[in-house]
Each structure stands twice: as C-alpha cells, then as structure tokens.
C-alpha cells in the first residue's frame, strides 16, 4: 500500500481528542493570502541530505513551481511579459520555485563572444523571483539542438550534421525521432568533436557554463544549476526504448557531465549542479548514469509517459496506453537512482497539457513519492508554433488576472504541502480541503516546519489536528501553517477545510 494511503488511514483512526486541536477561528472568516516575502538568506544555499533537498538550517526543503523559457529569439522570458505580477500571483499560490531557462545560442551566439547583456537580463529576472520568496534554477534549454531542426538551443556555430537534410520535418517532438541531421548533430556534440575553431564542442559548453556560473553565484536567488535539458541520444535512440534502458548511451554520459560540472566548480563550489537522462526515460526506463563524485549534485527527470510523446495526453488517451509501465515507474527508476548515488531528486518536468486526468495522475504520484516539482510551463511557445495547451497563463503580456489564467489546472496544481520540513518526511496526501502530513522530528533544527495552506481549497479558514512533538506557533489560518518542534519523536498533522 501507499504510503499516502497508510498515512491518511492512520489519520482517520486518530480520534481528534488525542492531540491539539486549533480551533483557527479568526476575527473575520476566511484564510488569507500569502504576502509574498524574499527569500531568507539564513536559510541559503540549498543543498542536499541523499535525495532530500535541504536548506541552511538543515530542514527538507519541498519545491512546487513552474518553468518558464523563452524558446523564440532574443530568449529573454522578461521579453514575452514574465515580470514581477507573475511572480508575485505564483508566490500568492504557495509556487516556491522556477526552473528559468537561458538559451545557448543567446549566451553565445558566436563562438568565444558572449552576451552578457543577454546573461544579465536572466540574471535580473532570478533576482526578481528571489524577492517573492521563489528559488530559481537555472537551465540551458535545448530542443531538437537548433532552429535548424525546428527547435532552439545550441548556436548555428555548433550544429554538425554532416550536409544532411533537415527532413523529413515534423515538429517538436516528432523530429527526435525521424530526422537523421538531428541525430548526427547529437551525435558529434556526444563525441566532442572540434568546432569551428578547433575546440571540442563539450569544451565549448562547459566554458560557456563556467562563464554563466561565474555571474550567477552572486545571485542567492539560484539554488541550482540544470546543465543539460533532454539529452537525446542522437543516432542510437531506439536502444533507449526499453524498459531497461540504455546503459552504454548513459555511461557515455559520464564523462559530459564531469567536463561541464568540472568547470561549474571552477565558478560556484557550493550549488546544487543537477544532471539529466535522455527523455525516453519519462516512459519509466532505467537509469545507468554512474555517479559523478560530486558532493553536490542532483538528478533532474521528467515525467511524460511515452503516449504523451505523441499527443496521447493531449487526446485523453487512457492511462494504461500513455503509461504502460505505470505512473510509478519512473519515480521508482529516480529514486533508485538517488538510493545508488546520494543525489538529490527534482522533478523539472510534467504535465504540458489541460488533460486534468493526466495532471491529476501526475501529481497524486508526485504526493506519494514525496516529490519536488516544477510544472511545464508557465506559458508555451516554440519555433514548432504555440502550445496553448501546456501553459498555465493565456497571455503573459497581460497580467495573471483570474480570466487570463487557467483555473481548473491550478485547482489541480495548486495544493497543501510541507514546503521547509525540521526533520525527515514519511508520507503526505492532498485532496481539496484536506491535507495530511507525517513527519520524524530532528530536535536539532531550531527552525519551524512550514506548510503551505492554498486559500484557494481553504477559502473559510481551517482547523489544525496535531499529535507528536511539536506545537502550531502560527495564527490561525495563516497561509503558512508553522509548527515548532518540541521533542524527537513522529509528527502527524491534519488541516482541514472549515464550511
């Protein structure tokens, strides 16, 4: 059984006389929104305990958000209207992270000539996030490697397809799978073979990495860097189809990731560097990425079942048939991941879709595997056209009023949780205007375990059922529930809906 479900049975067997009860009865009814406030630099840098991401004071720290990426020239996200209403409006619904994407070929857009005029306007938006209280990880996006093949990503400099069409062209994601140039561009990047001037394109990467890590370690706002999104195999994908994997495609990996985060090091010793599989992995394939060796790294997965790949989420095909392993299985392969590494886990990926089912199937996963997570995406467009369907804002030129966002998918998005843990978690369920929470204490960390409340599913307020070693310091229905520790033992906390 779950471990959701153990925790909700528990909860249900718990006669509320057993523990404190706060009443939450405010002067006048209603829970509040939360005032966005910056983030705390004592509780900074992030860092990590084995799969767990961690704050300062030692406390798990929990990460619900989105991305946003601007994937059209000049692939500025401040560009297409993202700014401080936005940030704002998802910090007001308890979002505590963005995955930001910069564009390779922004950054440098010839070889050796960076833009940091480009570098600094990214740089400006995370610190922008940093002053709602929002933790930014920083991303080089690619898709199908370049404009060339229909996607952004690397400069024109790096694209080596050996003269071959670009055809047959069907789109994002289509191309991954039927056009040779876009293998052999993969291919050549993954043999680190000269550019134009004579430097392996690795090399290429992993400074231009070292260059963005050097302006972005003033930035406390950063807590991570994602050094590569969807690393497609190239011309040997299909022997990543199986549900076992492709170990040699992912041993070859190594020796990438050590050139990239061998050079992060020469600019930020202390920030998490997170590293990813190819993205047939969403599909729940093993993983046989060795371990980096590196005390500071994470493993970055995403999770869109192989029917999705082919619009099977964005037609409401059944669960089964968009996940023939089952919803589970590429959580289980991340966590196995972790268990072999003592990396930390992020979920940079989901959902691109208003298929509800298919958000809920995801995020009831998310809940049971106690996982981080950030949502694609804000808003969506890409050089395929617009996917009006993945994002969450219709029209970020305006502001995110309630008519210009998509309210059914935030009532599915938007939910309780434990967003700073002072101690360990062992299980969590949401479902609107009811939350449970199990937790083992650590005595050692002085500051509160914080839990998010949405007045979104709390609209009249809510009442606190506590049974452990630890006591409700917070108002009543404040939007961040605050529970002080109080002795070492097993925390188990309910918040429910008051009518």
Same mark, same amino acid.
């Given at each position: ?65 989105? $991305?946003? &990426?601007?994937?059209?020239p000049? @692939?500025?996200?401040g560009r297409?209207g993202? *700014?401080?209403? +936005?940030? =704002? /409006? !998802?910090?007001?619904?308890?979002? $505590?992270? &963005?995955?930001?994407?910069?564009? @390779?070929?922004?950054?440098?857009p010839?070889? *050796?000539?960076? +833009?940091? =005029? /480009? !570098?600094?306007?990214?740089a ?5 996030l ?5 933790h ?9 490697f ?8 690397f400069?024109?400099w ?10 047959p ?28 001037d ?5 090399d ?13 370690r003033?930035?406390q706002?950063i807590?991570g ?12 994908w ?5 549900p076992a994997?492709?170990?040699?495609f ?8 050590d ?5 992060i ?17 969403g ?9 980096l ?19 099977g ?11 023939p ?5 590429p ?8 268990e ?8 940079t ?10 958000l809920?199937?995801d995020?009831?996963?998310t809940q ?8 694609w ?12 369907a ?7 030129r ?6 210009n ?5 935030l009532?599915?998005?938007?939910e ?20 449970s929470?199990?937790y ?9 375990t914080e ?12 009442t ?21 520790t ?11 809906a008051?009518?």
């Amino acid at each position: 059984m779950r471990r959701s479900l153990v925790l909700l049975l528990a909860l249900a067997l718990l006669p509320a006389a057993s523990g404190e009860r706060a009443s939450g009865a405010p002067e006048s009814p209603g829970t509040p929104k939360l005032k966005p406030r910056a983030l705390d630099v004592r509780t900074l840098p992030l860092g990590h305990r084995g799969r767990w991401i961690t704050d300062r004071h030692g406390r798990v720290v929990i990460l619900h958000g989105v $991305n946003m &990426v601007a994937k059209l020239p000049p @692939y500025d996200p401040g560009r297409l209207g993202f *700014g401080e209403d +936005d940030a =704002a /409006y !998802l910090a007001s619904e308890g979002f $505590n992270t &963005v995955r930001l994407g910069l564009i @390779y070929k922004g950054l440098e857009p010839e070889r *050796g000539r960076y +833009d940091d =005029a /480009y !570098l600094e306007r990214i740089a400006r938006l995370a610190r922008m996030l940093g002053r709602h209280g929002i933790h930014v990880l920083a991303d080089f996006h690619q898709d199908l490697f370049n404009e060339r093949f229909h996607g952004e990503g690397f400069p024109d400099w790096a694209v080596i397809d050996d003269g071959l069409p670009a055809q047959p062209d069907v789109g994002f994601p289509g191309n991954y799978f039927v056009m040779p140039a876009l293998w052999r561009a993969f291919d050549h990047f993954w043999a680190n073979d000269p550019g134009p001037d004579g430097v392996g394109l690795q090399d290429a990467y992993a400074a231009a990495w070292r260059h963005a890590a050097t302006r972005f370690r003033r930035e406390q706002a950063i807590f991570g860097y994602d050094i590569l999104n969807e690393a497609w195999p190239g011309s040997p994908w299909l022997t990543c189809l199986s549900p076992a994997g492709c170990p040699v495609f992912d041993a070859s990996l190594k020796p990438f990731y050590d050139r990239v985060i061998t050079q992060i090091r020469k600019a930020d010793r202390t920030r998490l560097a997170f590293y990813e599989t190819h993205p047939i992995f969403g599909g729940g394939g093993d993983v046989h990425i060795p371990d980096l060796e590196d005390p500071n790294v994470g493993f970055s997965f995403h999770v869109y079942c192989l029917g999705a790949l082919f619009g099977g989420a964005q037609t409401g095909a059944p669960g089964q048939i968009n996940c023939p392993l089952g919803v589970d299985r590429p959580f289980e392969r991340a966590e196995a991941q972790s268990e072999r590494t003592g990396d930390a886990l992020l979920m940079t990926e989901f959902g691109a879709t208003d298929d509800l089912d298919t958000l809920r199937r995801d995020v009831a996963a998310t809940q049971n595997h106690m996982m981080s997570w950030q949502y694609w995406s804000w808003f969506g467009r890409d050089p395929s056209g617009e996917r009006p369907a993945e994002g969450i804002i219709i029209d970020p030129r305006k502001p995110p009023t309630r008519d210009n966002l998509k309210q059914d998918k935030l009532d599915v998005l938007v939910e309780a949780y434990p967003r700073a843990v002072a101690g360990t978690p062992d299980g969590w369920a949401f479902a609107p205007g009811s939350f449970s929470f199990g937790y083992q204490t650590d005595p050692r960390i002085g500051a509160p375990t914080e839990v998010f409340v949405p007045a979104r599913h709390y609209p009249h307020g809510y009442t606190v059922t506590l049974t452990g070693p630890a006591r409700v310091i917070s108002r009543p229905n404040a939007a961040v529930l605050l529970l002080r520790t109080t002795g070492s033992g097993r925390v188990v906390v309910r918040v429910d809906a008051r009518h």
